[in-house]
């Protein structure tokens, strides 16, 4: 099993690209297995289309980078997402994940009787930024935050869910940036210790 991060930034020069790449690196130091998913430069198009949803109650995609998406998950015990907050949530490229990936029969069974989840991830880590302060955040939209991003990770099964955001964005000295990913390579370490 391995970590899978995905990235969800149309620019590579970010500051969520340069959290995603100390991330790597540091996974490579430790000698952790990855999968990178960067659904920007995947070309990932997160628009569920009427032809999607033809095979979606099967737990089937035509799409062949859904298709790999879900092969990765399969192989996956730990989750990393980085992604800016906009809008009060995720951008359109992971709640498409969220919506084409985690299908009936892939991430969970829907009997009637209750989501069973269908995947062995133990853990899910999320990095976010925002322009706002991240306890306006809290307060503004931290139940429709939850409710969108880490109840569906929960309703999979993930059962370790933690959510770290750098709020005040633009407003920060790099050296409280580099703190802040300084904290992520700490976090992400002490799940491998």
Not at 20 to 49: A, R
Not at 62 to 69: E, H, L, M, Q, W
Request: hydrophobic share 35%; charged share 25%; glycine share 6%.
């Amino acid at each position: 099993m391995k970590t899978t991060l995905i990235i969800d930034h149309p620019w590579d020069k970010s500051f969520n690209h340069a959290l995603k790449n100390s991330l790597v690196t540091e996974l490579k130091d430790n000698h952790i297995d990855y999968h990178l998913v960067d659904l920007y430069k995947d070309g990932f198009n997160p628009i569920l289309e009427t032809k999607d949803l033809a095979t979606y109650q099967a737990g089937l995609s035509s799409d062949p980078i859904v298709n790999k998406y879900i092969n990765i998950l399969r192989d996956t015990d730990k989750l990393i997402i980085i992604f800016p907050i906009w809008w009060y949530s995720c951008p359109s490229g992971f709640k498409g994940f969220m919506d084409k990936v985690f299908l009936d029969g892939v991430a969970f069974h829907d009997d009637g009787s209750g989501l069973k989840p269908l995947l062995n991830i133990k853990s899910a880590h999320i990095f976010t930024t925002s322009e706002q302060p991240t306890e306006g955040l809290r307060q503004r939209c931290g139940n429709a935050f939850e409710g969108q991003i880490i109840t569906t990770l929960k309703d999979i099964g993930i059962e370790n869910v933690y959510w770290d955001n750098l709020g005040t964005i633009s407003a920060l000295t790099d050296r409280e940036r580099l703190n802040f990913i300084a904290s992520a390579n700490r976090t992400i370490n002490a799940c491998y210790e």
